[in-house]
């Protein structure tokens, strides 16, 4: 690859993980993000401690922030990619009618979260109280407090639905409604917290700490809600107990939908103009055995837009693809 430059698609965790890395190894780097601040969701989440670090990642955001502030990266806020002409070490991006020359693009453009709007049985947008768990952090930041008593997660939503074509599991969203949960009640003593699964994602070093919580703290359900109703004392929730597989009825103040990762509703548009494969999901397709390598040499993936990561793992994956262009500097029509 020539000397030429990066372009990295993205300002998120992932994109600047990259960007940085990139220019602490002597690339000249353009960001180019279509938000007009940078971080992504990430930037609109908080921190989930509670009398110890759930090593919920949110922290890594500021980090990055602080970075950037002495780094030189060139960045376009407000802006995408409007073409891409050339090949690997002569690439030729149009991003605002202005011309970039690069030798390599990395694109870590992000997720969509699954709509809860396609889950009505659920209620949410028809009934008073259920919420996406990323409306319940944001009302969190806002208010401090939630007014409920009981309080119910469903996992899965949008997640390991094969008539969606989603039949994957989003990875991340157990540990996240976990430490929600864990933190709902560091704040709010006298809670109670329900959480709805299939199956607990028990993956990474660690998460220990967060299970042995919520094994003591939280009430966890194997069963997932067939359908939430107004009832007298709350919404009620229908649900089949997997154990025992008994039919129950139960009611909540809050009922909290754990949405799953979806690839970005522009992510064909986006494969077409790069010039690059998609998967069988819809995520942005990886040469085997190397996820930050896109189909087109040349294009490397960074986060989410690869597959469902966590925060942590969405800057570990933007520094991995990060390394692959220093690896592939003289690469000119791929390996």
Known sequence: MTDRGVLVLGGGVAGLAAALSLACMGFEVTVVERERALGGRAAGYACKATDRCLHCGVCLVSDLQDELASATVNLRTGAVLEELAGQAGDFRATVAGTVLKVGAVVVATGMDPAPATGWPDLGYGRREGVLTASELESRLRREGVVDARRVAFVQCV??????????YCSEVCCPYALRLGLSLIAQQPGLEVTVFYNDLQ??????????????????????VPARAEAGPDGIEVRYESVPDA??????FDLLVLSTGIWPRADAAALARLLGINL?????YAARPGESWRSSRPGIYLAGCCQKPRGIAASVAHGRAAAAAVAAGRLEVTGV
Do not use: C, H, I, M
């Not at 028990?202 to 069963?223: I, M, N, P, W």
């Not at 008994?246 to 009611?251: Q, T």
């Open 158 to 167: 949008g997640s390991r639905n094969p008539a969606w074509g989603r039949g």
């Open 202 to 223: 028990t993956g990474g070093s660690d998460l220990a700490g967060v299970y042995e919580q919520a094994g003591r703290k939280l009430r966890l359900l194997q069963g």
């Open 246 to 251: 008994v039919l129950r009825r139960e009611s």
């Open 279 to 283: 998967d069988a999901s819809g995520f």
